[in-house]
């Protein structure tokens, strides 16, 4: 599977991005997706998660009731709308498969198996 992320840009504080991942290759296989993100000098840290079917969602408490993650298994495609955006958001975003944890999936980085090359989102004071 490859994943293609895309919808960064540069945006006001308060504004609003939809990030969007796009799978391609084997995507009749189930998977388990999350968004990380990464900032100059840190690590690479948990986002979002959404279980292979969609029906469980799992957020950072630094972006939980901010932004929300779903996806379209028909279109192969997840996203990660991301309102009430704050400097502190600015960073690369990448979105990641699981194959294993299928229902429950991890905020581990070392759990997701494919990534996508990231998109950058930074937000402006």
């Known amino acids: 599977v490859q994943l293609q992320a895309s919808g960064g840009g540069l945006v006001q504080t308060g504004g609003s991005l939809r990030l969007s991942c796009a799978a391609s290759g084997d995507t009749y296989i189930s998977y388990a997706l999350g968004w990380f993100r990464q900032a100059p000098g840190r690590k690479r840290e948990f986002v979002a998660s959404?279980?292979?079917?969609?029906?469980?969602?799992d957020y950072s408490d630094s972006v939980k009731g901010r932004f929300r993650i779903s996806r379209d298994n028909d279109k192969a495609t997840a996203y990660l709308q991301m309102n009430n955006l704050r400097p502190e958001d600015t960073a690369v975003y990448y979105c990641?498969?699981?194959?294993?944890?299928?229902?429950?999936?991890?905020?581990?980085?070392?759990?997701?198996?494919?990534w996508g090359q990231g998109t950058q989102v930074t937000v402006s004071s």
């Open positions: 990641a498969a699981d194959f294993i944890n299928l229902r429950d999936p991890t905020e581990s980085v070392h759990d997701y198996e494919y």
């Open positions: 959404i279980t292979w079917n969609g029906d469980s969602t």
